[in-house]
């Protein structure tokens, strides 16, 4: 299975902000991680490849977010949220496109905003992550991988998930696998690889995608269970035959 992704921009409309509630709401912090749930935000809209530019008015962190009001031509200005970084009032910034939302409430910040783009954050590294983000089928891990089954009620291999998918869709479903590669942070998940030497890998069924809270460590054998969603599409270039969704991942 070739997992794609792909990002997308669109041109914001203006969110006009009168400068003495920004100022205020610069003064806003939180502690807690910040979350996307889907209830909170409209689906992403998709949008053509090209880097945002633009001056930052505004920025302040939360929730492990750092979000920036940038002003772009015409004085133009939309919000943007990447992981937290450092950035300047004044510093013109070039920020990977992401995913738009509308009328997405930030619990840390108690604020709404109209529209904000989530993106990976800054061309140049947000582009690192991305090399990694693709595992294509023909992916073959150095050492072979042969980890037994999980023991228990809705306990799966990789290639019978992949194989009753349809049945398994909305179900929860137990696998014990190898960890072969994390991407940490995305849309506020990490991403988890796992193999335990069942599928095929010409045809992408041994390898399967986690998402989670939890960050395991590559070459970790673990033991994940989650919810199951068959022909998954978030809308934001995140495209799986199978995923397993907010799962707990545990160190076996």
Not at 105 to 110: A, D, E, I, P
Not at 133 to 151: C, F, G, L
Not at 209 to 226: C, F, R, S
Request: proline fraction near 4%; aromatic fraction near 8%; hydrophobic fraction near 35%.
């Amino acid at each position: 299975m070739k997992h794609l992704l792909k990002l997308f921009f669109v041109f914001l409309t203006v969110i006009p902000f009168i400068f003495s509630f920004s100022a205020c709401s610069n003064k806003e912090k939180g502690n807690k991680k910040e979350s996307v749930p889907e209830k909170e935000a409209s689906k992403s809209v998709p949008s053509p490849v090209k880097p945002i530019t633009g001056k930052v008015k505004e920025t302040f962190n939360s929730g492990g977010y750092t979000y920036i009001n940038l002003e772009q031509e015409e004085g133009k200005t939309l919000w943007i949220a990447v992981p937290e970084m450092k950035v300047k009032e004044g510093e013109t910034v070039n920020l990977m496109p992401g995913t738009e939302m509308h009328n997405f409430t930030s619990k840390t910040l108690n604020r709404t905003f109209e529209k904000i783009i989530f993106s990976l954050g800054p061309v140049g590294e947000a582009e690192k992550l991305m090399q990694g983000t693709e595992r294509k089928a023909t992916d073959i891990p150095e050492e072979p991988i042969k980890v037994e089954k999980a023991k228990g009620k809705n306990a799966y291999t990789v290639a019978e998930i992949y194989e009753k998918r349809k049945e398994l869709n909305n179900k929860t479903v137990k696998v014990r696998a190898k960890v072969v590669k994390v991407l940490s942070n995305i849309m506020a998940k990490n991403w988890v690889h796992l193999q335990d030497g069942t599928g095929d890998s010409s045809e992408g069924t041994n390898d399967l995608v986690v998402t989670t809270k939890d960050l395991p460590q590559t070459g970790d054998i673990v033991i994940a269970e989650g919810v199951a969603a068959s022909d998954k599409d978030f809308g934001s270039g995140y495209e799986y035959k199978v995923i397993v969704e907010d799962a707990k991942v545990r160190k076996d």
